[in-house]
């Protein structure tokens, strides 16, 4: 007999170890800054904030050019490129401690601007005012790059009213840039949903409203704004989205949302990874049973997405030798070519010497199966046990004859048997005829017929333009 335990593991951990599943890399800052207001009311500030002002800026222009603060500047560059390019844990926490320090050291000489700037908001009592604070809360946070004080001006800014809408749309989308990339996520998400609602559509505003509901482990809020973000794209939904909201989907334990976003991530970039990735997912959530795991194996094996040894032997036990022997015959026979199986392994050679056992006579038996499957008095065991056999041996057709009288049976099991009919269908190249199969499914083999229908509609698809 084979050993159950060389089954124990799904490729879910070989597909993560390839970087298709890991978390998205948090998203940097857009490189663009928001635009001075232009086209606001006019800006008339009070006398006690105008007499603050103008000193405060000459001093701000002229710490720019100072020797001492240039250099500090260029170190926070060059510890931010130590930081951007560390790689593990510890490396990456002694980058971060130097950049910390790095623009730390910039703000400490820039303590004098930093009083004007306190003076000059305590002295504020306008919105006019309001806004002239937040301008130059800004232009110090950029020159001494604290990101706080940046966020802190924009937000003021934002704050004064004196912003048009596309402009507080615009400014909302950097508080809230900023302040995921200071980890306040939930203030990240009011201000990001702010931008949004204003109208704001730049650098993927959604994506990064969706991430910071992720990273403050709040999933599925964070899939519902990914899921109406991808809607409004359509088929033009980046991938690494789509990638992300199976990968969020499949950590939070939420099977069916798992399966969506993998169903659309293989219908819109069916690559093997991506095939494998989906597959991967979905055997490890829904835990199916051997019978219905057989039906997913075999899309891996259609969709040529095999990580490992371990799935071709998980296969192999799912399609049993005993009663599938050319199926097995084939998936061993794939895994050898592969070079994933190899001929001196016990398991391999128990597998194939029971499968060549009955190689021969099982073959034989399917006109004897056939004959037994049509007669009057069949029952759906019968008309199944025909059907899976001419399935295993690749004839479609025939399967497929058989698969629907096994639906006119009582008893049948209906959603294994239009899951074999439709891949039955979709080998046979009938991919219309598939899809509406699979979208008769419900229950448990839902997800797997929405993997399976979007294989059908690839198969469908017109082959790319030679270049």
Do not use: H
């Not at 790095?102 to 000489?109: C, E, I, Q, S």
């Not at 799935?311 to 070519?337: F, H």
């Not at 039955?424 to 008769?440: C, H, N, P, R, W």
């Not at 797997?448 to 059908?456: E, H, N, V």
């Amino acid at each position: 007999m084979i050993r159950s335990s060389f089954f124990t593991r799904s490729a879910l951990g070989v597909v993560f170890a390839l970087g298709l599943a890991g978390a998205a890399a948090s998203p940097a800052l857009a490189k663009e800054k928001p635009a001075a207001a232009q086209g606001s009311a006019k800006i008339t500030p009070s006398k006690p904030v105008m007499a603050i002002y103008a000193p405060m800026k000459a001093a701000l222009d002229n710490a720019g050019k100072r020797a001492d603060v240039v250099q500090a500047k260029a170190n926070v560059a060059t510890a931010a490129n130590t930081l951007n390019s560390a790689s593990g844990k510890a490396a990456r926490a002694a980058a971060r401690t130097n950049y910390d320090a790095a623009v730390a050291a910039v703000g400490n000489l820039l303590t004098a601007e930093k009083g004007q700037l306190e003076q000059l908001r305590a002295a504020g009592t306008t919105p006019d005012d309001k806004y002239v604070y937040g301008q130059m809360a800004f232009a110090l946070g950029k020159l001494a790059e604290d990101k706080g004080l940046q966020r802190t001006g924009l937000a003021a800014s934002v704050e004064s009213g004196k912003l048009s809408a596309e402009q507080a749309a615009e400014f909302n989308f950097f508080v809230g840039a900023l302040a995921y990339d200071m980890r306040d996520y939930a203030a990240a998400r009011t201000a990001l949903q702010a931008a949004a609602a204003g109208g704001y559509t730049k650098n993927d505003v959604e994506g990064m409203l969706a991430e910071a509901y992720f990273n403050d482990n709040k999933a599925a809020e964070g899939l519902t704004i990914l899921e109406a973000a991808i809607a409004k794209k359509g088929t033009a939904a980046p991938e690494d989205w789509l990638r992300r909201g199976e990968v969020v989907a499949y950590n939070a334990k939420l099977a069916d949302k798992a399966a969506a976003f993998g169903s659309q991530l293989v219908a819109n970039y069916p690559t093997t990874q991506n095939w494998a990735l989906s597959i991967a997912v979905l055997r490890d959530l829904a835990r199916y049973p051997s019978q219905d795991m057989i039906d997913l194996l075999r899309l891996m094996d259609r969709t040529k997405s095999y990580m490992e040894g371990r799935d071709y032997i998980e296969y192999i036990q799912a399609a049993d030798p005993r009663r599938s022997p050319g199926e097995v015959m084939k998936v061993l026979n794939a895994g050898l070519a592969s070079g994933k199986l190899t001929a001196g392994d016990q398991t391999v050679n128990e597998a194939k010497s029971i499968a060549m056992g009955r190689l021969a006579a099982d073959k034989a038996s399917l006109p004897t199966l056939e004959r037994d499957a049509r007669g009057g008095s069949a029952t759906a065991t019968v008309v199944m046990a025909a059907a899976d056999a001419y399935l295993s041996y690749d004839q479609p057709a025939k399967a497929a004859e058989l698969f629907e009288l096994a639906l006119t049976k009582p008893g049948v099991d209906t959603a294994r048997a239009l899951t074999r009919l439709g891949i039955a269908q979709a080998d046979m190249g009938q991919s219309a005829a598939a899809l509406a199969t699979f979208a008769k499914i419900q229950g448990p083999r839902k997800p797997m017929a929405q993997l399976w229908s979007a294989y059908a509609t690839s198969k469908a698809a017109p082959a790319p333009a030679a270049k």
